[in-house]
Nanobody
Framework: QVQLVESGGGLVQPGGSLRLSCAAS????????MGWYRRAPGKQRELVAT???????NYADSVKGRFTISRDNAKNTVDLQMNSLKPEDTAVYYC?????????WGQGTQVTVSS
């Protein structure tokens, strides 16, 4: 089992940057995949970015070139650097971990992009 706690959300102007961090309650070296998802108002939750234990990364087309996912196995964290933010990036962002066949979610952190 693993608990996930997100931080770093907030209000930012269009074109600005935010860095989200997800802290895991256990060593993440053996966690198959970790990632970030988001749910915008009135929409379903969607993938933003994932990173495997081997370091392979996957991004949604809508964030490629703007967002960067990274993991620090020593700190047991997965971060999401978000640059050139747009109003359509406004959503609750969730951290997810996949351990064998089990999926774990954090409580989410709100990101609002508005002038």
């Amino acid at each position: 089992q693993v608990q996930l706690v997100e931080s770093g959300g907030g209000l930012v102007q269009p074109g600005g940057s935010l860095r989200l961090s997800c802290a895991a309650s256990r060593n993440i070296n053996s966690i198959n995949s970790m990632g970030w998802y988001r749910r915008a108002p009135g929409k379903q939750r969607e993938l933003v970015a994932t990173i495997t234990s081997g370091g392979s990364k996957n991004y949604a087309d809508s964030v490629k070139g703007r967002f960067t996912i990274s993991r620090d196995n020593a700190k047991n964290t997965v971060d999401l650097q978000m640059n050139s933010l747009k109003p359509e990036d406004t959503a609750v962002y969730y951290c997810r971990a996949v351990v064998l066949l089990n999926v774990y979610w954090g409580q989410g952190t709100q990101v609002t992009v508005s002038s």
